[in-house]
């Protein structure tokens, strides 16, 4: 079968996505179902709360979750445009993974074009399966997913800007498969316990209270279900990565004028930590390395002695929710 077949095949049309989204959303204050009001608006049933969609996003982000988040984000936005993530180009986006070779970020996403190939390799779908990408940012890895066959919905604090979930715009006007973006934090998912097939958090695990995390997305995935969490620097040591967040502090310092990111994670995962809270979620878990063999021997070869500390990893953690 070719490419175009295939993608003929899995199409869900943007009407049949918006309707069964309604038989998922459940409200992330009270765990109540949600009811389409309008396409607009859903009401919850059970504590009345009002959940509008506006320019396309439905906002299911709570008070308290807004006013905790207000100035990561603010950090956040201030880091991602001095830092060039932000472009105002739409092809940019929709050749996403792949970026020019001049791109000051091509290394990072040279090493993401590998993780995302070891990705779309555990990838289950039916017609009927759902996945949350969380942590979306513009939504590139939420279209591939779309185009793939889920039913998508891409989840973020974040909706100011084009490296943000109202970036997403730009695949939703091009794409064959549409996807559904929602503004809520991952602590609080706007949708039914055991209704997904897939949760994916990439490059956003280390932003948030791991433990939290894993819990939401435990009680949504369905038996079976599967919790990937890729592209966070990953180290075997604390130390390692308490060294790297200071340096990166000291950097936001000079450039930014920014004294503190007030981020709920601790800015890198440790190994042995976060293997650790994934079983004591309930998760079976695999570690799956986008190095090449031998990369990591001759990395280490080529680094001067003085600087002979611990580089961040970025393995793959596939986490599978039991049948029973
Ligand atoms: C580096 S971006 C990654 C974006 C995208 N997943 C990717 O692969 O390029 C991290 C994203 O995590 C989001 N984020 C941070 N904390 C979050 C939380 N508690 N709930 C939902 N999103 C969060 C940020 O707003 C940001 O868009």
Redesign the pocket.
Known sequence: MTRSQLRMQTQIPQDELERAFESIAACPACRAALSLESSDRLTCRGCGRIYPRNEGIWRFLLPD?AAR?RS??DA?HQI?QGDG?EHQDNSYYLM?PNVPDDDPHADIWRL?RRTFGILMKHLMIDRQAWAL?????????SHHLALAGYRVLA????VEGQ???SGGRVYLEKAENGFLRGQ????HLPVHDGCMTLC?????CH???VSA?LKSVFDVLRPGGKLII??SPVYRDNASGMQMMQKQLARFKSQYGLDEVP???TGYLVFDEIVAALNRAGFRTTIHWPERPGALFLRRLLRPTSMHREQARFPLFVGTKPLS
């Open positions: 979750d988040h990561f984000l956040y991602r993530w996403l993401r990408d969380l942590g979306a940012g513009n939504c590139w890895l989840l973020d604090i974040n490296d943000s979930l809520a934090s991952m602590e994916v958090v990439s490059a956003a932003y948030v209270n995390v890729m592209d981020v709920e994670g």
